[in-house]
């Protein structure tokens, strides 16, 4: 199996722009998780989906979070207007089940740079 | 909102010598895990406690829930460069089958050779 998928890897943009961070699940898995970490913060829980709903998104920092995932296979967390306080980097992660014994697999991340 | 805290922040340590890291909260947590993370990579799974004062071994690595389940400890036996990552403990709380994952501020250790 491939893994969690990230795309991209690395997202250098401009404060005020749009940012897409996009992610595909392991095949399978019904539960999709989205987590930002940073130094100061280190990783937090921003939503989480099961069977393509959300389920909790009391993480997003505002407004300008928005996440979808429009089928099992694909999710986006979208930032817009982006500010330098969002640089960090984004994990997706998937797991088969909902529990918090259930192993959630992560992808390698999307390091992103708000200048 | 639950907080974890893993003591020490950073840790750095010959080869060969034994280590114990700490996951401290004053939050009771259904289960707790630990994950290792890689430079560049996301956190791996390396095991979830469940029971109070329950213990796991895995290789060299040996896990301990506290009995109130509110902290743990990983104890890693004859430290190997491998072992260099940071270190991260995750407290689940919440509904069953509806919990959510508080992850520590972590641990990061180098294994010096």
């Known amino acids: 199996d491939a893994g969690v998928i990230q795309s991209p890897r690395h997202e250098v943009t401009e404060m005020g722009q749009e940012v897409t961070l996009r992610c595909k699940p392991i095949?399978?898995?019904?539960?999709l998780f989205w987590y930002r970490q940073t130094m100061m913060r280190g990783l937090e829980l921003l939503i989480y989906f099961n069977n393509n709903v959300p389920i909790d998104d009391s993480g997003m920092p505002e407004d300008r979070f928005s996440a979808k995932m429009p089928n099992a296979s694909f999710s986006t967390l979208k930032i817009q207007p982006s500010e330098p306080r969002d640089s960090a980097v984004y994990f997706c992660a998937s797991s088969l089940g909902r529990g918090s014994t259930d192993t959630q697999y992560f992808g390698p991340g999307t390091r992103l740079t708000v200048l | 909102t639950q907080l974890l805290e893993q003591s020490p922040q950073f840790l750095s340590i010959q080869e060969g010598e034994n280590l114990t890291v700490y996951c401290n909260s004053s939050?009771?947590?259904?289960?707790l895990q630990w994950y290792r993370q890689e430079p560049g990579e996301g956190p791996v799974l390396l095991v979830t406690?469940?029971?109070?004062?329950e213990v796991k071994k895995l290789k060299r690595l040996t896990f301990q829930f506290g009995d109130a389940r509110k902290d743990s400890s990983l104890h890693i036996t004859a430290a190997q460069t491998g072992d260099t990552g940071l270190y991260l403990c995750a407290g689940a709380f919440g509904n069953f089958g509806n919990e959510k994952l508080t992850f520590g501020t972590g641990t990061r250790l180098t294994i010096i050779p």
């Open positions: 406690v469940v029971t109070g004062g």
């Open positions: 939050s009771v947590f259904s289960s």
């Open positions: 095949s399978g898995h019904n539960s």
